[in-house]
């Protein structure tokens, strides 16, 4: 249990900042908007300061959004099913997407090094930054993600064994 709650307590913590990310992204698109239209001279950096900024909110929201059950479901079964049930289908999906997400780790991982190392940059506009900080958001993101199927793997054998996970035990 201490493993979940931890777990979750990262997750959580993600989600705020994903969540407190709104108000730079805000502040950027109504300096943009009077830029643009009151000054007449739009900035160079708020296209990509958008994109990048509202991609890292759901790269740090996504875990949170599983954790709070918040993800696109179809009801029309696990109404009917018990709750064991339940937790046995979702367990077997979340052992099957655990491998999809180790590879995206790595990978994302590996794309951010090459990112840093090289010193890539967006080429999207005449601002130009580097791009290394937006793939290690992703790669924290899907690390967040990863580690949350664990902690939700763990309350599904919880469930499972009879026990809610507010009961402990094994984990």
Known sequence: MKLIHAIERLTRLAGGLGAMLTFPLIAALVYEVFSRYVLGRPTLWAFEVSY???????????????????????????????????????????????????WLVWELGQYALEAFASNERSGRSAWNPV????????????????????AEILKAIHIMQGRTPEQGGAA
Do not use: C, E, K
């Open 52 to 102: 990048m900024v509202m991609g890292a909110i759901f790269m740090l929201g996504m875990a949170n959004a599983l954790r709070l059950g918040q993800h696109v479901s179809v009801d029309l079964l696990t109404l009917r099913w018990s709750d064991r049930t339940n937790a046995a289908v979702r367990l077997v999906g979340y052992l099957l997407f655990l491998p999809v997400l180790g």
């Open 131 to 150: 791009i290394w900080p937006v793939f290690l958001t992703w790669w924290a993101g899907f690390v967040l993600l990863a580690l949350q199927v664990v």
